[in-house]
């Protein structure tokens, strides 16, 4: 039979009143084997399940579940209603070798769903010393958010997904099972990447890209028509990357020419707007882009 309590076993009297925020309504349950360090704040309704070990830094908002067997360490923040489940390492220190194991933070957003064996990493100085994911994401079987990344509201990472430090992920973006990306990468918002990928280079807005290495396909139509994206407006989408990224129109010229002539045809289109931004942006990796022909 479980055992669960306000109080766990192995832990001091003191963590129960740190997670209390000094009022007497909170009503985290901490189950009798699990480890609460002192300094450890949980909200309302929080529930830590067998085995759990959250250290002292760390900050669990109301009805955040550790299922069993979690790992919450440093200065680590997970968002409300947050769902973890066993063997998830979450806060564990970046694994950059010149950090020297320098503090970092993570902060995980709210009704984030974090399967199995999952590892998210706190940041480094170089990176500003924070990992940041935002609110609603799935992170699938063993997935790997490396030091120093962003994430977007909506992010969804299949199993296995592995993700190198820095790298900048849109808002509702997704990528595909046992896909890898590089360091520095910046995927845009709602893109998607396919299953066993290598992404190495910037993946554009609403793009679909694949491979190894990856490269771009066109655009993420079947995510977009999920979302609820219009026949007009996804038309406009089209015309727009097949002017910036298409080779069956040379004359459209380099890149930047394209980019200006984008800018004059789709002047009143946001989406359009944003993937240009997101193409003017200064970058540390090349532009994700189509396998030319021959």
């Given amino acids: 039979m479980a055992r669960w309590s306000a109080r766990p076993r192995s832990a001091p009297s003191s963590a129960i009143e740190a997670a209390r925020h000094g009022r007497d309504d909170v009503k985290a349950r901490v189950h009798a084997t699990a480890i609460v360090e002192s300094g450890a704040r949980l909200g309302d309704g929080v529930a830590v399940g067998p085995f759990c070990y959250i250290c002292a830094g760390a900050e669990l908002a109301e009805g955040v579940t550790l299922l069993s067997h979690v790992v919450v360490a440093g200065r680590t923040r997970i968002g409300a209603r947050t769902i973890v489940h066993p063997f998830a390492a979450i806060g564990a220190a970046a694994q950059d070798l010149k950090a020297k ?163 004059r045809d789709f002047s009143d289109d946001a989406d359009v707007e944003a993937v240009l931004a997101f193409l003017r942006a200064e970058r540390e990796r090349p532009l994700c882009a189509p396998r030319r022909r021959g």
């Fill in 101 to 263: 194991g320098a503090a970092g933070a993570l902060v995980v957003g709210a009704d984030c769903v974090i399967r199995e064996g999952v590892t998210l990493n706190a940041g480094t100085p170089a990176g500003g010393g924070e990992t940041r994911i935002g609110d609603g994401c799935a992170f699938l079987a063993h997935a790997h958010v490396g030091h120093d990344c962003r994430l977007g509201d909506g992010v969804v990472l299949a199993n296995q997904v592995l993700l190198g430090g820095h790298v900048r992920i849109g808002d509702h973006a997704a990528i595909g099972g046992a896909s890898v990306v590089h360091q520095n990468v910046r995927i845009g918002a709602h893109a998607y990447v396919g299953g066993l990928s290598g992404l190495e280079g910037d993946l554009a807005p609403f793009g679909l890209a694949g491979g190894n290495r990856a490269h771009l396909f066109g655009l993420n139509l079947i995510g977009l028509k999920r979302r609820g994206f219009a026949e007009e407006r996804l038309s406009r989408l089209r015309a727009a990357f097949r002017l910036l990224f298409s080779d069956e129109a040379p004359e459209q010229g380099v890149l930047a020419e394209r980019i200006e002539r984008a800018a």
